[in-house]
Structure formats: C-alpha cells, structure tokens
C-alpha cells in the first residue's frame, strides 16, 4: 500500500478554450473515488482547505459540479522558501447518467474531504428482469 | 561557486542554502516528489512548515522533531465499500507517507506546534533559542 502514495500532485485544472476564469487564483482538480451502488451514487472528492461553507455542489440537468472555495492561510511575517504545492480553488464537473432525485442529495465535509450521496430517482433504479426458462 | 556574491547585510542562511541548491540542481529540480507536499515558510523566530493531507485523522499524524529535521508520518486507510458496489473513478490516495523536511537551523523541539485544519496541516517550529538572529547594537564612543 505504500506505494500508492508516491508521486501524487495536485493537478491544476485545464482552461477550457473559450472559458477564461475571472478570478486570478488558480483552479485545481480534485481527486475523487466515484462508487455506484443500486440505489445511489457516492462521490468522495480530496479538497484540503475547504469546509461546508465554502463548497458548491450544482446540479444542472445532469451535469454535476463541485467548486470549493480555498482562503489561503499565509503566516505573517514570514517568507515563502520552498514550495512543493500551489494553493487555490477546486472544481471539477461530472456527466451524470442517471437521473438523480435531486431533494435528497446529501453532503459532508470533514478535514477537507468531500463526500456526495447522490440518490437515483425511482424511475432510474435498475430493475431486474426476471428471465423465464423456456 | 558555492558562496553567494550578493550577499546581503543580514545573511540569511537559509537563502544561502536555497541558492546553493540553486545552483547545484538548477531551479526545476526543487520541488521534491515524495509524499506529501510541504511548503515551508520561515521567519526569524520560527518556519512554519504546511501540508495537504486531506481526510487524515488527526490522530494519525505523528510529528518529530531531532536537530534541524522534521519528520512527518501518518496514514490514510481506502474506503471500505460494501461488496456488492463497485468504483468507477478511484484517484484518491491511501496508505502510509513519511517524509523528512530539514530546515535551516536547529529547532527548539519543546516548543514545537501543530494544528490541523480542513485537511491541511500547519507546523509551527520554533529555532532554538541560541540560534535566533541577534541585533547587535552600535554603541558610539
């Protein structure tokens, strides 16, 4: 296991031709475990320096976005002399292939960890089809 | 060339440090790629050292301190899921990290401290007492 966390950056986002941010901090990508089970969908996304009141979480037709807000905490009076990581805010936008009931999306953030539960809407539940034996 | 020429009237040797390793590693070589990536801050009084390790528990995290190094070790376990559900995107990351920071001065490791917010990590260490920049005053005859 403890390879897995080797070599593992945080990844600034890529602007998207047409779309130029009006903000100048830098945007990142944050890494997220996506688990689908039958009734829901769970979104858990990496986003250190935020919390539940900088997070938006949009849900337009079926495009899912998560933007978190990072304040970047800079200790006074003092000098920046090694920099291994950038600071700024995260987004990042899912297509959703399900329809989702969107009353009963459920959030958290706990030390800067994001998790989405993301429960289907009936009519998207899989169904299992009974197939007879002739 | 090891020493710098611009040298300035406070000498900092820290920035000595960072300009020897300039020049021995070129400026693109700098950043390390172990686990986690740290920033490190200094003042005359202490370097504040920060790290992203989001959804760590922090009781996890183990901090130590011996000379001029830090040490930082903790861990992070995957999710448990229930058997009959599947990933589609697995990206975050799990297991053990262990990193070693050295800073330029030796630290005062009693007074060392740390605080954990938000998944971000800030470790405030102290220079020992005996290496704190003096100002020396100029008496006139």
Known sequence: METATK?????????????????SK???????????????????ADMPGVNEDSVDITLEKNILTIYGTVEPEIPENHRLVSSEYGIGDYQRTFTL????????????????????????????KTRKIPVKAQ | ??????RNWFWDP???????RRGVWGDGARRSSEFP???????????VVTTEI????????????????????????ADDIPEDLSFHRRERWS??????????????????????????????????EAEKPRKIEIKSS
Not at chain 2, 1 to 6: A, D, K, V
Request: glycine residues 6%.
């Open chain 1, 7 to 23: 070599d593992i950056k945080k990844k600034e986002s890529e602007v998207k031709e047409g779309a130029e941010r009006t903000r």
């Open chain 1, 26 to 44: 830098k945007l990142y990508t944050p890494a997220v475990d996506i688990v689908e089970g039958k009734d829901s969908l769970y979104l858990v």
């Open chain 1, 97 to 124: 292939s399900d329809e989702i009931d969107r009353e009963k999306i459920e959030a958290s953030v706990k030390n800067g960890v994001l998790r989405l539960t993301l429960p289907k809407a009936e009519a998207a």
């Open chain 2, 1 to 6: 060339m090891l020493f710098s020429t611009n």
């Open chain 2, 14 to 20: 820290w920035e000595e440090f960072e300009q020897m």
């Open chain 2, 37 to 47: 990536s740290v920033n490190t801050w200094v003042s005359s009084d202490d370097s």
């Open chain 2, 54 to 77: 989001p959804g760590v528990d922090p009781e996890n995290i183990d901090i130590s301190v011996t000379g001029r190094t830090v040490t930082l070790r903790g861990s992070r376990k």
């Open chain 2, 95 to 128: 297991g053990d990290f262990s990193k070693a920071i050295e800073l330029p001065f030796n630290i005062e490791a009693g007074k060392v401290s740390a605080r954990f917010k938000d998944g971000v990590l800030y470790i405030t260490l102290p220079r020992a």
